[in-house]
């Protein structure tokens, strides 16, 4: 079913480039953007796209509500990483953020998430597909940059696929390491790079990273995606591949990424 796009637009950003894009595109097309940043990082890139950019914490539950409330927000749309460390140090939870996190059985990924979508939905407020405004930024299936993968890579990414996908279906996380068909690492709690870092450092070189869709992935919230920074700090781990699904993963600045890559004999692959 398709949706009928309000004028005023929603935007929860996290940090990185992704919101930036949506704002700018969704700018582009006639939008008024109205973005509640959760993040220092891309604050006054925000500021160039959307009408009015408040910056609150992510535990400031009651005024992101009252927020959205007064600015006639009936339409979000969810980009940029929260780190999900947040749940652990609670810095500046109000009480509904605290009553929020003490209903919830279990604080991973999906729950949590399905949990703030239900909140919202009782206020008036549909959650959108994230790629919405960005579909221009899934990435095609194929390999996008000039480095071809040898047959021992490629072997590392079939298994490590598949383990991605079987650590999705019990919603643990994206990504895995993977050197000469061994576990380096498994994503947790820590998000992508830092699950690079750790599985490369074991591995010491020719780490293999792989990150895939969930396989019941709910297109509102975390979907797969990639940057420079992701490559780079491959490039400082001595990582040598990274695959990620095709159709189902978003690249930011796809061309800085691709010549970095290029550079430094790293394998970009869509599967």
């Known amino acids: ?23 700018q595109y969704a700018k582009e097309n006639g939008f008024d953007v109205v973005a509640i940043s959760l993040s220092n990082d891309n604050y006054k890139q925000l500021k160039k796209y959307c009408s009015k950019v408040y910056l609150f914490g992510p535990g400031e539950a009651l005024k992101i509500e009252e927020t ?53 939905e009782q206020i008036g407020i549909t959650i959108l597909d994230q790629t919405l405004f960005i579909k221009n930024l899934m990435i095609p299936s ?8 040898t047959q021992e890579q490629v072997e590392d990414v079939n298994y490590g696929y598949w383990l991605a996908k079987e650590t999705g279906k019990l919603d643990i996380g994206q990504s895995v390491v993977i050197k000469d068909k061994m576990i380096m690492a498994v994503e947790a709690i820590e998000g992508t790079d830092k699950c690079i870092k750790r599985g490369c450092k074991i591995a010491k070189k020719n780490a293999r990273i792989i990150k895939v869709a969930k396989p019941s992935q709910d297109k509102r919230f975390d979907i797969p995606a990639i940057g420079l920074k992701t490559i780079k700090t491959m490039k400082k781990y001595r990582a040598d591949l ?9 690249i930011v600045d796809k061309e800085k990424v691709v010549d970095y890559a290029n550079k430094n004999s790293i394998v970009i692959m869509a599967v």
């Open 142 to 149: 194929g390999v996008l940059g000039k480095i071809q993968p």
């Open 1 to 23: 079913m398709s949706v009928v796009l309000e004028q005023k637009q929603g935007l929860i950003a996290g940090d990185g480039l992704l919101p930036v894009k949506m704002a």
């Open 68 to 120: 959205l409330k007064n600015e006639g927000i009936k339409q979000i749309t969810f980009l940029g990483k929260v780190s999900k460390t947040v749940l652990i140090k609670r810095p500046k939870f109000d009480s509904k953020a605290l009553d929020f996190i003490k209903k919830a059985v279990r604080l991973n990924d999906d729950k949590v998430m399905l949990m703030i979508i239900e909140e919202l």
């Open 242 to 250: 990274i695959a990620v699904e095709a159709g189902e993963t978003i």
